[in-house]
Antibody, heavy 114, light 108 residues
Framework: EVQLVESGGGLVKPGGSLRLSCATS????????LSWIRQAPGKGLEWVGR??????????DYAAPVRGRFTISRDDSKNTLYLQMNNLKTEDTALYYC?????WGRGTRVTVSS | SYELTQPPSLSVSPGQTARITCSGD??????AYWYQQKPGQAPVLMIQ???ERPSGISERFSGSSSGTTVTLTISGVQAEDEADYYC???????????FGGGTKLTVL
């Protein structure tokens, strides 16, 4: 069974940092392209960014609102995806999902507030 | 920045056919994906690569593409289909992924 479990969310002040993790199992992690998607309260889905696999160079792409502040990485030895979030803004408040596209975690909530 | 346009809402009666459209300039070049999201739940992939139905998805769900518009069709709508539906695709370069604004399907 494919599982993705996000963790690391919480309450942080504007300008602060958080590191989200996504622990996975049940599929071949090291060949998977993985994405982070977020959903602000009462709003739609928003793509945050993605990372491709090692054979493709682990290239990352980011949405404009987070480029330069967020960094996606992966540890194939741990089957885990990461999202480092720096200089957080109130508009980053959302439920953050990791996904392979066909499988999604349940999300971890990030609240940015003073 | 690139955008995908969906109608905000659609209402249908049980047993009818629902068609949800998604428009974007790059859709002739990039695949579209459709997700269903029910309140408090993670999205579920319903259609991939414009028209492929993943394993386990009801045959009542189908996808099609014509020019700059892709369509999710739900045949014989049931109460359980009431949800938000999102299309997803990429811009012309393929480097940026975009979601449509979502369509709230109400089953009357």
């Amino acid at each position: 069974e494919v599982q993705l479990v996000e963790s690391g969310g919480g309450l942080v002040k504007p300008g602060g940092s958080l590191r989200l993790s996504c622990a996975t199992s049940g599929f071949t992690f090291d060949t998977a392209w993985l994405s982070w998607i977020r959903q602000a309260p009462g709003k739609g889905l928003e793509w945050v960014g993605r990372i491709n696999d090692k054979t493709e160079g682990e290239i990352t792409d980011y949405a404009a609102p987070v480029r330069g502040r967020f960094t996606i990485s992966r540890d194939d030895s741990k089957n885990t995806l990461y999202l480092q979030m720096n200089n957080l803004k109130t508009e980053d408040t959302a439920l953050y999902y990791c996904t392979t596209g066909s499988h999604w975690g349940r999300g971890t909530r990030v609240t940015v507030s003073s | 920045s690139y955008e995908l346009t969906q109608p905000p809402s659609l209402s249908v009666s049980p047993g009818q056919t629902a068609r949800i459209t998604c428009s974007g300039d790059a859709l002739p070049k990039q695949y579209a994906y459709w997700y269903q999201q029910k309140p408090g739940q993670a999205p579920v992939l319903m259609i991939q690569k414009d028209s492929e139905r993943p394993s386990g998805i009801s045959e009542r769900f189908s996808g099609s593409s014509s020019g700059t518009t892709v369509t999710l069709t739900i045949s014989g709508v049931q109460a359980e289909d009431e949800a938000d539906y999102y299309c997803q695709s990429a811009d012309h370069t393929g480097d940026s992924v975009v979601f449509g604004g979502g369509t709230k399907l109400t089953v009357l």
